[in-house]
């Protein structure tokens, strides 16, 4: 499967733990993107990475969230002190910078704060 | 500043029947638009695109018209299919100020046997 990958597929933590999401981008694909799904809504930005450079953020991304892609391959979204408020489907999108630039959707981790 | 929404939050057609989504969108400089289908507990699926410069685009099955007049964007199904059953989002894109997708709440379309 050459698609893009995320795990775990499924969280379940206690509120205040922290937990890490990993995301493999399509192989070729130099751009990756953090969103976040809650129930009923379209995906909403988080922030994106340019090989490892990350380039934008949202002010959704609260100080408790860190995203890093070291390698300019996978990334790593973490979320210290998690919150129930932070229950919601992460999903991870990459594309290709000069390639038509449509952004192709992990199955997503879906994190459940109790 | 950036919106999408969508005029229909679901749609029932039977199996056969034509489908039409439709979306608005209030970002007169947005310069590509997506549809992606999600299916229950999946990540958004690429359906079709269509940039600024362009009204029609067609795939399989699928045509998406954008009418930057009035800053409207409709996914045309053809022949629809069980298979087709899923929530419907449509995406905006301003290139200028990045790479980030604005999404619209979703359509959900129901496909009847």
């Known amino acids: 499967d050459t698609g893009v990958s995320q795990n775990p597929r499924h969280k379940i933590t206690k509120r205040g733990q922290n937990v890490t999401f990993r995301c493999d981008p399509i192989?070729?694909?130099?751009?990756l993107y953090w969103y976040r799904q809650t129930l009923g809504q379209g995906p909403e930005f988080l922030t994106y990475?340019?090989?490892?450079?990350?380039?934008?953020k949202s002010r959704l991304l609260s100080d408790r969230f860190s995203a890093e892609r070291p390698k300019g391959s996978f990334s790593t979204l973490e979320i210290q002190r998690t919150e129930q408020g932070d229950s919601a489907m992460y999903l991870c999108?990459?594309?290709?910078?000069?390639?038509?630039?449509?952004?192709?959707f992990g199955p997503g981790t879906r994190l459940l704060v109790l | 500043g950036e919106s999408v929404g969508l005029h229909l939050p679901t749609l029932s057609v039977q199996e056969g029947d034509n489908s039409i989504i439709n979306c608005a969108y209030s970002?007169?400089?947005?310069?590509?638009f997506i549809w992606y289908k999600q299916e229950s507990g999946k990540g958004p699926q690429f359906i079709i695109d269509?940039?600024?410069?362009?009204d029609k685009r067609q795939g399989q099955r699928v045509t998406v018209l954008l009418n930057k007049t009035v800053k409207h964007l409709s996914l045309q199904i053809a022949a629809t299919q069980p298979g087709d059953s899923a929530v419907y989002f449509c995406?905006?894109?301003?290139?200028?100020?990045?790479?980030?997708?604005?999404f619209g709440a979703g359509t959900i379309l129901r496909v009847k046997s």
């Open positions: 999108a990459s594309s290709h910078a000069g390639a038509g630039e449509t952004q192709y």
């Open positions: 192989s070729e694909h130099n751009r």
């Open positions: 990475f340019q090989n490892e450079a990350q380039l934008e």
């Open positions: 970002n007169s400089a947005s310069d590509y």
């Open positions: 269509i940039r600024s410069n362009m």
């Open positions: 995406a905006e894109n301003v290139r200028e100020y990045g790479n980030k997708l604005v």
